[in-house]
């Protein structure tokens, strides 16, 4: 069907399929057809893992930098000899344009390499001590991890989720989402072909809370990696607290974008509309609220609606498509829900607004106006193509809104006013803030948040070292 690959778990090293297993329905997002049927894990598979899991961990502790640099470098050229065949099958499961998976692919490409070279660079240090005494503090491995990676950077998240575990020396079996399995199955392949031990990166799929709860309740697991929801990241907090494990929560966002009178407009609706409607805005730093300055509030807005209302939306497979279809039934019904409501709370809708078509699970880039706060979608990660804006009395009112919420991942501010923007950086609460830029991520840039957002960075060194745990030797 098409060139969608076949998916199957990846334990042990082993292709698992079939065998009477439950299956989940792979669909492509922009017809509504079935393209795969998915092996759900049952316990036994997941003990298979666990167990093997704990084999890679013996033996990937031990291995050297550089061999742990090897397999990244040589995963990075696999990935991008088969940047093509992964980035469709991307396409086909989660509805992208073939343009954003390439890149997806080029995300972890960078990444492997990034960690390749930070791997070693794993330095511990000497403390100061009398003559004939020594202290030394090491980081060694946390041990392995369970790993949960979301449908909507099919290729990108799951390369987080085991570059990271990997380069630290960390065994890791990865679930993730099972509507988007051939992506992740294929980042984890050129891992193995580039010469990773089948022990120490699998692969499973099934029921999410059944595939959580074992896993997280096996003392085996050292570590939690989760990349979703606010709601479900504190489901598994609060399993990971058990057996006290190191966590690692990459979860919603509402992000602000404080747009003042002083700014470049035209530079900033021709990037920001776009990285707004990017993935169809199904993207955790996608930005959301809109704070816009009274003056230049009707300016902005329309430049807004008209670039939104251009963007040609379809198939991601077409060239000509810059917006395809959302990845789920699930998420259209979520932007009529939520547009509708706003509606019925007085917001304008400047464009969109509506499903496009009756195939597949295409909906409109859409702009609301004059959206109160009492409104679901001011509170709520849309997680869709909605941008809200809303006019604002000035930078206390805007720095007041942007904090409102208990999320704190990423937030934009358009100014050319140098003293502003030091204030900004100071007091907007974020884990990632873009000063006239959209551009807040990468290989060597910490990503995460602050508050109901999560903690513990992905990327940089930082998301190395939340890999490794912390030993003091002290020498009498
Ligand atoms: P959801 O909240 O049920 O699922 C989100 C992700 O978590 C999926 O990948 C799912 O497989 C996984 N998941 C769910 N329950 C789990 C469990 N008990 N254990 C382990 N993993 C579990 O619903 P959804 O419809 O897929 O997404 C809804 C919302 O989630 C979106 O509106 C968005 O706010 C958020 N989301 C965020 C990200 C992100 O990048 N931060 C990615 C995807 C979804």
Same mark, same amino acid.
């Given at each position: 069907?098409?060139?969608?690959?076949?998916?199957?778990?990846?334990?042990?090293?082993?292709?698992?399929?079939?065998?009477?297993?439950?299956?989940?329905?792979?669909?492509?997002?922009?017809?509504?057809?079935?393209?795969?049927?998915?092996?759900?894990? $049952?316990?036994?598979?997941?003990?298979?893992?666990?167990?093997?899991?704990?084999?890679?961990?013996?033996?990937?502790?031990?291995?050297?930098?550089?061999?742990?640099?090897?397999?990244?470098?040589?995963?990075?050229?696999?990935?991008?000899?088969?940047?093509?065949?992964?980035?469709?099958?991307?396409?086909?499961?989660?509805?992208?344009?073939?343009?954003?998976?390439?890149?997806?692919?080029?995300?972890?490409?960078?990444?492997?390499?990034?960690?390749?070279?930070?791997?070693?660079?794993?330095?511990?240090?000497?403390?100061?001590?009398?003559?004939?005494?020594?202290?030394?503090?090491?980081?060694?491995?946390?041990?392995?991890?369970?790993?949960?990676?979301?449908?909507?950077?099919?290729?990108?998240?799951?390369?987080?989720?085991?570059?990271?575990?990997?380069?630290?020396?960390?065994?890791?079996?990865?679930?993730?989402? $099972?509507?988007?399995?051939?992506?992740?199955?294929?980042?984890?392949?050129?891992?193995?072909?580039?010469?990773?031990?089948?022990?120490?990166?699998?692969?499973?799929?099934?029921?999410?809370?059944?595939?959580?709860?074992?896993?997280?309740?096996?003392?085996?697991?050292?570590?939690?990696?989760?990349?979703?929801?606010?709601?479900?990241?504190?489901?598994?907090?609060?399993?990971?607290?058990?057996?006290?494990?190191?966590?690692?929560?990459?979860?919603?966002?509402?992000?602000?974008?404080?747009?003042?009178?002083?700014?470049?407009?035209?530079?900033?609706?021709?990037?920001?509309?776009?990285?707004?409607?990017?993935?169809?805005?199904?993207?955790?730093?996608?930005?959301?609220?809109?704070?816009?300055?009274?003056?230049?509030?009707?300016?902005?807005?329309?430049?807004?609606?008209?670039?939104?209302?251009?963007?040609?939306?379809?198939?991601?497979?077409?060239?000509?498509?810059?917006?395809?279809?959302?990845?789920?039934?699930?998420?259209?019904?979520?932007?009529?829900?939520?547009?509708?409501?706003?509606?019925?709370?007085?917001?304008?809708?400047?464009?969109?607004?509506?499903?496009?078509?009756?195939?597949?699970?295409?909906?409109?880039?859409?702009?609301?106006?004059?959206?109160?706060?009492?409104?679901?979608?001011?509170?709520?990660?849309?997680?869709?193509?909605?941008?809200?804006?809303?006019?604002?009395?000035?930078?206390?009112?805007?720095?007041?809104?942007?904090?409102?919420?208990?999320?704190?991942?990423?937030?934009?501010?358009?100014?050319?006013?140098?003293?502003?923007?030091?204030?900004?950086?100071?007091?907007?609460?974020?884990?990632?803030?873009?000063?006239?830029?959209?551009?807040?991520?990468?290989?060597?840039?910490?990503?995460?948040?602050?508050?109901?957002?999560?903690?513990?960075? $992905?990327?940089?060194?930082?998301?190395?070292?939340?890999?490794?745990?912390?030993?003091?030797?002290?020498?009498?």
């Amino acid at each position: 069907m098409n060139d969608y690959p076949a998916v199957s778990m990846i334990i042990a090293g082993e292709r698992v399929t079939g065998g009477g297993r439950r299956t989940h329905a792979v669909i492509n997002p922009a017809n509504g057809e079935v393209i795969a049927q998915l092996p759900l894990a $049952e316990p036994p598979d997941l003990d298979r893992a666990l167990d093997a899991a704990a084999r890679g961990f013996a033996r990937w502790r031990k291995s050297t930098a550089p061999e742990r640099a090897a397999v990244l470098e040589g995963a990075a050229r696999l990935l991008l000899e088969r940047q093509e065949a992964i980035a469709r099958a991307a396409v086909l499961e989660q509805g992208k344009t073939l343009a954003e998976a390439r890149m997806e692919v080029l995300m972890v490409v960078g990444l492997f390499r990034f960690y390749a070279g930070e791997c070693q660079r794993i330095y511990g240090r000497t403390l100061v001590r009398p003559e004939g005494q020594r202290a030394t503090v090491t980081h060694a491995p946390v041990g392995p991890v369970a790993a949960f990676a979301p449908w909507n950077f099919p290729i990108g998240n799951p390369g987080r989720k085991l570059g990271a575990p990997i380069a630290a020396g960390c065994s890791v079996i990865l679930k993730a989402a $099972e509507e988007t399995p051939a992506s992740a199955l294929a980042v984890l392949q050129a891992l193995l072909d580039a010469g990773l031990p089948g022990d120490v990166a699998q692969a499973v799929f099934g029921v999410p809370d059944e595939v959580s709860r074992h896993l997280l309740g096996s003392p085996l697991i050292r570590k939690v990696s989760f990349t979703g929801s606010t709601v479900v990241g504190k489901h598994l907090m609060r399993l990971a607290t058990d057996n006290v494990l190191r966590t690692t929560m990459e979860l919603g966002g509402h992000g602000p974008v404080l747009v003042f009178a002083d700014a470049d407009l035209d530079r900033a609706l021709d990037t920001l509309v776009p990285h707004k409607l990017r993935n169809a805005g199904q993207v955790c730093v996608s930005p959301t609220r809109f704070l816009i300055e009274e003056s230049v509030f009707d300016r902005f807005a329309s430049g807004f609606a008209e670039r939104a209302a251009a963007l040609r939306v379809g198939d991601g497979l077409d060239p000509e498509s810059r917006m395809g279809p959302m990845a789920n039934a699930r998420r259209p019904e979520a932007m009529e829900r939520l547009v509708g409501e706003a509606r019925t709370h007085g917001a304008r809708v400047l464009t969109g607004g509506e499903r496009i078509g009756n195939r597949g699970y295409f909906f409109a880039p859409t702009v609301l106006a004059e959206v109160p706060v009492t409104a679901a979608i001011m509170n709520e990660e849309p997680f869709g193509p909605v941008a809200i804006l809303n006019p604002m009395a000035g930078e206390a009112a805007m720095v007041e809104e942007a904090n409102r919420l208990p999320y704190g991942l990423a937030a934009y501010a358009w100014t050319e006013d140098a003293r502003r923007q030091r204030r900004l950086a100071a007091e907007v609460e974020a884990g990632m803030l873009g000063l006239n830029t959209t551009m807040i991520a990468g290989a060597d840039a910490p990503f995460g948040g602050v508050k109901w957002s999560g903690h513990g960075a $992905e990327d940089g060194p930082e998301g190395l070292h939340a890999c490794l745990v912390t030993k003091t030797v002290h020498e009498g």
